[in-house]
């Protein structure tokens, strides 16, 4: 009798441990579900919308992640661990691998940093002394670049926001400077103007602000020409291509040489 209600209570228990990590997946799994579907609703009401996208971003991984832990707190706290106990297992555990991964809040504090100052927001474009791209999305802990080649590029944001960061899109307009080489028999005048008259045809050239070209340096083998236009930033690499080949075309037509590099060799008898 003893040894079969030994066994009745074991089952029992056996049965409502099991109802309970049945309820605490449904916890999880129903939670999870709703955490995603408030991201959602929060992501298409229209004052967050009206937020700069990476602060968007940021947010809304922040609340995803503190959402997900308070799902996490309510399973457990469904099979029994009271609430008290699971916020100071959870408040020690938090510390303990606060510690241990120090870097990780690190790069939350750095990711802090860089929503507050603003060096840069998504969709422009930034080199740092190692890596450069467009700015494709930021979290708490990582800033994403996507490159001109279409590689991701995922930088820790502690580090980045202890870096230099370079900004090309964070003016609307930017100056873009060309040399150019002729050979030493050019005429100076000719090869300015032929220059000035190929910057000023240009359609992505800004015609109110400088347009300069000028003799700059003695190169080696060949005279240096020095071109200076302003651009509306979006068209930087579009005018620069043009140039490049606009003005090899001129010369061309205008019989102005390129030279190759050359060496006069001496031979002595």
Not at 59 to 87: C, E, H, N, Q, R
Not at 141 to 163: A, H, M, Q, R, W
Not at 205 to 234: P, Y
């Amino acid at each position: 009798m003893i040894l079969e209600k030994a066994v009745e209570k074991i089952l029992e228990g056996l049965v409502e441990l099991g109802f309970r990590l049945i309820g605490l997946i449904l916890i999880l799994i129903i939670g999870f579900r709703i955490v995603k579907f408030l991201i959602k609703i929060l992501n298409r009401s229209k004052g967050f919308n009206r937020l700069e996208k990476s602060v968007r971003t940021f947010i809304t991984s922040f609340i995803s992640i503190v959402l997900k832990i308070l799902v996490f707190i309510t399973a457990f706290a469904y099979i029994g661990i009271p609430m008290t106990s699971m916020l100071t297992v959870f408040g020690s555990v938090t510390l303990a691998i606060g510690l241990a991964v120090q870097g990780g809040l690190t790069n939350m504090v750095g990711g802090l940093l860089l929503l507050i100052f603003k060096p840069f927001k998504i969709g422009d474009y930034i080199e740092t002394h190692t890596d450069s791209g467009t700015v494709d999305e930021m979290t708490i802990f990582y800033t994403i670049l996507k490159t001109e080649d279409n590689k991701k590029i995922v930088i820790p944001n502690g580090p980045l926001s202890n870096e230099t960061i370079i900004n090309y899109s964070s003016q609307t307009k930017r100056r873009l400077d060309l040399d150019f080489s002729v050979s030493y028999d050019s005429d100076i005048e000719k090869v300015k103007q032929v220059l000035l008259d190929t910057l000023k045809n240009e359609d992505l050239v800004l015609k109110e602000d400088e347009i300069f070209a000028r003799l700059s340096n003695h190169g080696e083998h060949a005279l240096i020409f020095t071109t200076r236009v302003w651009v509306k930033t979006d068209d930087y690499g579009d005018l620069k291509y043009n140039l490049e080949e606009n003005i090899k075309k001129a010369f061309d037509k205008n019989g102005i040489k390129i030279p190759y590099p050359q060496m006069d060799i001496h031979l002595e008898k």
